[in-house]
């Protein structure tokens, strides 16, 4: 239900001086502002609904007296005054919140205010464009024998104003006679494409969009903005039980998610242990926050990172959730791995994509990064380093120290202006990749935008596993028993046994099994080839994992003494180092070093603790325990 407005909780007196302030200001300085947004009444008037938005009623009316929500509306009325300045003036643009409060408290009665109004109007706006909320009194302002929270008003008004942010503030027939080359700044052109904001079930903030694609990028920038603003004020509105966090983007343009669509032309549903890819985008679900945050980081700033363990679905995010968007924003990308010398290979990779001819070998990478920067312009290029642990394998550190220092060039930001680095790995290599490449160019990893990605919710791998049968013309048997939980609800529990989240591939492993045991003629999978003939998640995946020890050729045997190795007499995973392992099953330890990366690449183990080593679940050592493999 729409919120009331703050005028019906205000006094009858206090609503008519109210009345009077917003009268005298539409008539005097609201037409008069500077800027370079659309300000005046049509802004202020945004503000205070804003505010009505933000404030439940239930808060209004029990929990903030009327002289609050009084100071709040003429805030509102009067916040932008100090962009009034004589014709040709430009001091509104060093502080006009502080020459606002000036105003305010040299001219209060011409606008309508007492002294003491005044006061606590001018504290409220003189921070509402910076959110310097520091710099206000701790003391209360005493109004009557009221005692006025300035801190708790300036922070939700301050979120107010920021709120205001749409296409109503930013018109395209304006842009175009501000900026008639073209050169559009982010701000205003993301503010073309908002249409507006929402409040989630979560009291998180929504912003909603219809970006033409190539608005896209600029919207993600001013979000991005937006959210460093509220980040000045966020712990403040916590307090004080206002909404304080920016929920994901609301991007809702039929034509980007047509487009997507048009491009899911799938030979089948499921890609089992695969990634996704580029042509499975469309039902690659679960991953919106993430693709967002990707997106986000990847506009604002030279050299990103993507974190997260084997499995959890790094490149599909890449491949599947970040370049379709890309190809909308008319990007340019590249996806590459640097392998034990990154910068030979990297070079390779873009010089194969971009340039034409054999490969100059007296370039270096960051020369070739430039010539296919300078290639994709007006455009921006992403170089995606995925599976970037690899470099840890280079024994030469001349390599890397070159490699270093071509990284240190892009993250300039002004020595190849139009190119973003997006470097993907495991998290287990975090700490190594820190003392070998990321310490030399920012100091730390932790100095980089980082989104480090977890395995799927429950929510997440339902959405995944709707779309993809969706996609095979395929049901889950809708029928059940008495007390018994949906066949969708069992399958997500069995495969996540106990834990938080959801190992992607597992759940593609299972949902690929299922749909290749379904007779085509009959689109239903049953209760019974779940339980019955496949026996489950747990024994669809063993019997899956323990089939791949095949495509390890003549290493199949060394491969199963490490599974058996890595199995307590429980038939529980158990975790070893590399020096045990090599004492259990005889395998020397830079034999065991090989085996053991591709085992990880193969989703089997993983890496657990300092330098050790475990099964990845608990259904492969179960089922190695059961078969003495």
Same mark, same amino acid.
């Given at each position: 239900m729409k919120n009331k407005e703050l005028r019906e909780f205000i006094k009858s007196d206090m609503l008519t001086q109210l009345k009077e302030i917003w009268r005298k200001a539409k008539g005097s300085y609201h037409e008069s502002q500077k800027g370079d947004n659309i300000q005046g009444w049509t802004h202020c008037k945004a503000?205070?609904?804003?505010? $009505?938005?933000?404030?439940? +009623?239930?808060?209004?009316?029990?929990?903030?007296?009327?002289?609050?929500?009084? /100071?709040?509306? #003429?805030?509102?009325? /009067?916040?932008?005054?100090?962009? &009034?300045?004589?014709?040709?003036? $430009?001091?509104?643009d060093s502080?006009?919140?502080?020459?606002?409060?000036?105003? %305010?408290? @040299?001219?209060?009665?011409? %606008?309508? /205010?007492?002294?003491?109004? #005044?006061? #606590?109007?001018?504290?409220? &706006?003189?921070?509402?464009? +910076?959110?310097?909320?520091?710099?206000?009194?701790?003391?209360?302002?005493v109004i009557g024998s009221e005692e006025i929270d300035i801190v708790k008003l300036a922070a939700i008004f301050r979120l107010a104003d920021m709120?205001?942010?749409?296409?109503?503030?930013?018109?395209?027939?304006?842009s175009a006679i501000k900026f008639p080359n073209g050169e559009i700044p982010s701000k205003w052109r993301g503010r073309q494409a908002i249409t507006g904001w929402y409040l989630d079930e979560n009291d998180r903030i929504i912003l909603q969009a219809l970006p033409k694609p190539e608005e896209i990028d600029a919207v993600l920038r001013l979000k991005a903005m937006m959210a460093n603003d509220l980040d000045l004020i966020s712990s403040n509105l916590k307090l004080y039980g206002f909404p304080a966090e920016l929920g994901e983007l609301d991007l809702g343009d039929v034509f980007i998610n047509a487009q997507l669509e048009q491009k899911a032309k799938l030979d089948r549903p499921f890609p089992g242990m695969a990634f996704y890819t580029q042509r499975e985008a469309a039902i690659f679900k679960g991953r919106d926050k993430e693709i967002e945050a990707l997106l986000t980081h990847v506009s604002c700033w030279p050299i990103s990172l993507l974190?997260?363990?084997?499995?959890?679905?790094?490149?599909? /995010?890449?491949?599947?959730?970040?370049?379709?968007?890309?190809?909308?924003?008319?990007?340019?990308?590249?996806?590459?791995?640097?392998?034990?010398?990154?910068?030979?290979?990297?070079?390779?990779? %873009?010089?194969l994509e971009f340039l034409e001819g054999k490969v100059e070998a007296e370039k270096t990478l960051l020369d070739v990064m430039k010539q296919a920067a300078g290639k994709c312009k007006p455009h921006k290029l992403l170089v995606v380093m995925d599976q970037f642990e690899d470099i840890l394998n280079c024994s030469v550190p001349e390599f890397l120290e070159e490699f270093c220092l071509h990284l240190v060039a892009v993250q300039t930001g002004t020595v190849i202006p139009n190119l973003r680095v997006l470097i993907s790995f495991r998290d287990d290599a975090l700490v190594k990749l820190n003392a070998r490449l990321f310490k030399k160019i920012t100091g730390s990893a932790r100095s980089f935008p980082m989104v480090e990605l977890e395995r799927l919710t429950i929510n997440g791998a339902g959405a995944a596993l709707s779309a993809g049968l969706e996609q095979a013309g395929l049901?889950?048997?809708?029928?059940?028993?008495?007390?018994?939980?949906?066949?969708?609800?069992?399958? %997500?529990?069995?495969?996540? @046994?106990?834990?938080?989240?959801?190992y992607p591939p597992y759940l593609q492993v299972v949902a690929e099994t299922l749909c290749r045991k379904v007779d085509p003629g009959k689109p239903v999978i049953t209760g019974d080839i779940y339980f019955h003939q496949l026996n489950g998640a747990g024994q669809i995946i063993a019997r899956y994992l323990l089939e791949r020890l095949k495509e390890f050729g003549s290493r199949e045997e060394e491969t199963k003494?490490?599974?058996?190795?890595?199995?307590?007499?429980?038939?529980?995973?158990?975790?070893?180092?590399?020096?045990?392992?090599?004492?259990?099953?005889?395998?020397?330890?830079?034999?065991?070093?090989?085996?053991?990366?591709?085992?990880?690449?193969?989703?089997?183990?993983?890496?657990?603790?300092?330098?050790?080593?475990?099964i990845i679940h608990d259904y492969i050592a179960c089922q190695i325990g059961r078969v003495h493999v």
């Open positions: 503000v205070e609904t804003n505010l $009505s938005r933000l404030i439940p +009623d239930e808060k209004k009316e029990k929990e903030m007296t009327p002289m609050e929500l009084f /100071l709040l509306s #003429a805030a509102a009325c /009067l916040h932008d005054i100090g962009k &009034v300045v004589p014709d040709g003036s $430009s001091d509104w502080d006009h919140g502080k020459r606002a409060k000036e105003i %305010l408290l @040299q001219e209060y009665d011409k %606008l309508g /205010l007492d002294n003491v109004q #005044a006061i #606590a109007v001018s504290y409220i &706006v003189s921070v509402h464009n +910076d959110g310097r909320l520091e710099e206000l009194p701790n003391t209360p302002v709120l205001d942010t749409g296409y109503n503030r930013a018109p395209e027939i304006v974190v997260g363990e084997s499995g959890a679905g790094k490149t599909s /995010l890449i491949h599947a959730g970040l370049f379709p968007w890309l190809e909308l924003m008319k990007w340019k990308y590249a996806w590459t791995r640097p392998f034990e010398k990154p910068g030979e290979n990297i070079k390779k990779s %873009l010089w049901g889950l048997d809708p029928r059940l028993e008495e007390g018994q939980r949906p066949l969708k609800d069992i399958i %997500l529990d069995d495969i996540r @046994q106990g834990e938080d989240r959801l003494k490490i599974l058996i190795c890595l199995t307590s007499s429980q038939g529980k995973k158990a975790r070893k180092s590399l020096n045990e392992l090599s004492l259990g099953t005889g395998i020397g330890v830079e034999e065991l070093k090989t085996i053991m990366t591709e085992m990880i690449d193969m989703r089997m183990v993983r890496v657990a603790g300092e330098e050790e080593f475990e």
